[in-house]
């Protein structure tokens, strides 16, 4: 099974947007970078949008592509796009498929559990900072 996925890291100042998916959901319990499928004819700007609304209450700006992982879990092959995103309008609010949110620093991304596909973003935002 190949999934095409987005994810938005939103910055807030100096914080950035992290989530923890529910644990009735593929890697329930991780944090990540909210995001989720595209649906059909959905534009990646477009299904960043929606996703990001439906979890957080958050309106954003899709900036650009950040970075671009395939990861092949045992059960699936995932392509991420991560786009830096800023905020538009909203307060951020526990919504579809996550149990929790965080605003953290760059140097605080260590100390949370993110799935194996985001290792490489992580680093990435880790050497910026």
């Not at 092949?72 to 991420?80: A, G, L, P, S, W």
Request: hydrophobic share 35%.
């Amino acid at each position: 099974m190949s999934i095409e996925v987005v994810a938005a890291v939103i910055r807030r100042g100096d914080f950035l947007l992290i989530t923890r998916r529910a644990g009735n959901r593929h890697l329930g319990g991780y944090w990540e970078f909210p995001g989720g499928k595209l649906n059909d004819g959905e534009s990646k700007e477009q299904g960043l949008q929606r996703e990001i609304h439906e979890e957080t209450g958050l309106q954003i700006r899709v900036n650009h592509l950040l970075h671009t992982v395939e990861h092949d879990y045992t059960e699936r092959f995932v392509r991420i796009h991560f786009f830096d995103c800023s905020v538009l309008a909203g307060d951020s609010e526990i919504g579809d498929g996550i149990t929790e949110l965080k605003w953290v620093r760059t140097d605080e991304l260590g100390q949370y559990a993110f799935p194996e596909a985001n290792r490489p973003l992580l680093e990435i935002l880790q050497r910026v900072e």
